[in-house]
């Protein structure tokens, strides 16, 4: 599972392909994150957390 800001998605897929990875999981984080404060910055990172878990966590369905 990697992490990307959107404008960097493409290039995330593109990586993980080049590295036998091509279903590797990306989480995407709002763009841009440089004019964010402390305290965004966690709360974003916070959810990201969250949705990891659940990715990880998720059964798929029968």
Known sequence: MT????PFRGIAATRSKSLG???????????PL??????????IALQRLVDAV???????AR
């Open 3 to 6: 992490f990307v800001t959107q």
């Open 21 to 31: 990875l091509p279903s590797l999981p990306i989480l995407l984080i709002d763009h």
């Open 34 to 43: 440089a004019n964010r404060t402390p305290d965004e910055i966690d709360a």
């Open 54 to 60: 659940q990715f990880l966590t998720d059964v798929p």
